[in-house]
């Protein structure tokens, strides 16, 4: 089964824990938490008391996207009940292996993100030591990006050592998706979809996510 998680960086701030919820009620699997510093990427987002203030969503998990430098410091904050996956990238990890490990201790889901212009190759070594590779399809730090095509083939290529290797990590894609592309990301082996702009710059935010669940069937 195919998921959907909404980026809430596209979210309504002054209304986050509303907008959440809409979401949640209609079909959306995660809340994507992008935490950004100012540092790894240019912009601050919030950090890990705005995502545990969302506690009227029930029935979602979190997929928490750290763009951040020293992640290490800060996973232990991001580890709720309701935390699934907590995604580090590669770019801003010296160790990576550790930091892997090191979410993995707290009980939730390990991920790598990868940046437009860093090759699978990077990540090769910990292929089997994560549950998640992240494949930004947009340089991380800003929503509302245009979708980078060379993605594309990246997420094939990934999908095709998956299976070459028997390994079964999920492979989720971020940054301008839309209801054009997110048939295509499924057939090239994306398991997860984050949305952000797509999905909360709608008029009618119920209607557009019922768009991209009958994209992913
Ligand atoms: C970008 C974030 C994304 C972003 C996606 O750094 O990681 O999750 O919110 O937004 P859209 O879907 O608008 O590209
Ligand atoms: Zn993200």
Not at 120 to 127: F, K, N, S, T, Y
Not at 136 to 142: D, I, K, L, R, T
Not at 205 to 211: D, F, L, S
């Amino acid at each position: 089964m195919k998921k959907l998680a909404p980026s809430l960086l596209s979210a309504d701030f002054s209304r986050l824990g509303e907008q959440a919820e809409l979401v949640s009620k209609h079909g959306a699997d995660y809340l994507h938490i992008d935490v950004m510093d100012g540092h790894f990427v240019p912009n601050i987002s919030y950090g890990a008391s705005v995502m545990k203030s969302l506690n009227n969503c029930d029935t979602v998990k979190y997929d928490v996207h750290l763009m951040i430098e020293n992640a290490d410091d800060y996973v232990e904050d991001f580890v709720t009940d309701k935390t699934e996956y907590i995604v580090i990238h590669q770019e801003a990890c010296l160790h990576l292996y550790r930091s892997l490990q090191n979410i993995k201790s707290f009980g939730v889901k390990a991920g790598v993100a990868l940046n437009p212009a860093t090759p699978l190759c990077m990540i090769e070594e910990v292929l089997a030591d994560v549950d998640l590779v992240l494949v930004m399809s947009v340089e991380p730090g800003f929503g509302g990006q245009k979708f980078i095509e060379a993605s594309l083939e990246k997420i094939k290529r990934l999908a095709k050592i998956r299976s070459e290797k028997g390994l079964n990590f999920k492979i989720e894609v971020d940054g301008g998706v839309s209801t054009q592309n997110a048939k295509k990301l499924i057939e090239a082996g994306a398991d997860i979809l984050v949305v952000g702009s797509a999905v909360f710059g709608a008029d009618d935010i119920p209607a557009r996510m019922n768009e991209f669940r009958k994209e992913m069937e």
